[in-house]
């Protein structure tokens, strides 16, 4: 393997998924964080805006993406469609979490789950079992 070439998001011994959170504000970001390395097995990186998650991606592959959608810079979506512009990410997962729809339309096109907030931790946790239930299919 390459330098250039990101890892796996899975530890091939333990199974362990890799989750990307991008999240620009730190209150939620952190909060998420701590509760899905509680709540999962999974291994939770958190960055708060695009240009960090393009530098994450350069040396990790996630399983997920969990994106806000209003970000500095470029919005949720635009990030998305940069991530999956990569043929090394192109089939990774999208949760979009915000209190701004961004449009089904625009969602649906992609095949991003969005949950809007305010939302429940339960919701969240189902959907990302839902999520890592498809992959392996």
């Known amino acids: ?4 070439t990101p890892a796996a998001g899975v530890d091939k011994e333990s199974k362990i998924q890799t989750i990307l959170i991008v999240e620009d504000d730190d209150a939620i970001g952190d909060f998420l ?4 390395e509680q709540e999962t097995s999974c291994k939770v990186i958190y960055v708060t805006d695009a240009t960090q998650a393009l530098e994450v991606v350069a040396s990790i592959k996630p399983n997920l993406f969990i994106l806000d959608y209003r970000l500095p810079g470029i919005n949720g979506l635009e990030l998305y469609d940069r991530l999956h512009a990569m043929k090394e990410l192109e089939t990774v997962p999208a949760l979009m979490i915000s209190a701004n729809s961004p449009g089904q339309k ?3 096109e992609r095949q991003i789950t969005f949950i809007p907030k305010p939302f429940e931790l339960d919701l ?3 959907s990302i079992e839902k999520i890592f239930a498809q ?3």
């Open 1 to 4: 393997m390459t330098s250039d």
């Open 33 to 36: 964080t701590r509760f899905l």
């Open 106 to 108: 625009a969602v649906k």
């Open 124 to 126: 969240l946790i189902k």
């Open 135 to 137: 992959q392996e299919d």
